[in-house]
């Protein structure tokens, strides 16, 4: 990813785009696509629970992961989709050649207690965790997990309304 994809996403989305992430070396635009791919996911799930939510019979909980897997091309990786897995299953032992560490570990903990939880009750939270809000039409409900587990603060309203905004014409995510 580079300033090909840039200016890529920023014909898709329009001129808003670019004040919103403004790029001028490629460095500074993997960074400037990777937020802006992580804020246009957030809003579209935004809109998929919003119109769940209207139908729903069971709580949703959203989460982003935010934790880099270790070993071989970590920098280039980071968190990406699936690498949780060997958390929320406690499964290190089936890729010994990660380096993980203490802190991996403990974030293992979280994440099995979270799965654990909602498996038994329909609901991440119970005794010490971090609180997990549900996802309605007026809360969006994503928890940060990783190296932080905190509910994740919103979208910046200007990237939430460029996203909406390309979403609605495109027809995309309106339940």
């Known amino acids: 990813v580079g300033l090909v994809e840039h200016r890529e996403a920023a014909e898709r989305f329009g001129p808003d785009f670019l004040r919103l992430y403004p790029a001028e070396t490629d460095a500074?635009?993997?960074?400037?696509?990777l937020r802006a791919n992580?804020?246009?996911?957030?809003?579209?799930?935004?809109?998929?629970?919003?119109?769940?939510?209207?139908?729903?019979?069971?709580?949703?909980f959203m989460y982003l992961w935010r934790h880099?897997?270790?070993?071989?091309?970590?920098?280039?990786?980071r968190a990406f989709h699936s690498s949780e897995a060997p958390y929320v299953f406690g499964s290190f032992s089936a890729a010994p050649h990660r380096p993980f560490s203490e802190q991996d570990r403990a974030i293992a903990s979280t994440m099995m207690a979270y799965w654990s939880n909602f498996v038994k009750t329909g609901d991440p939270n119970g005794g010490a965790l971090p609180h997990w809000p549900q996802a309605s039409q007026t809360n969006s409900g994503f928890m940060e997990l990783g190296d932080t587990m905190a509910p994740l603060p919103p979208v910046p309203a200007a990237a939430a309304v460029l996203f909406s905004a390309h979403y609605d014409r495109a027809g995309e995510f309106s339940f």
């Open 38 to 60: 992580r804020e246009s996911n957030l809003v579209a799930l935004r809109r998929w629970a919003e119109g769940r939510a209207r139908h729903a019979r069971a709580p949703t």
């Open 28 to 33: 500074q635009a993997l960074d400037a696509v």
């Open 68 to 77: 880099t897997l270790p070993g071989p091309n970590a920098d280039i990786y």
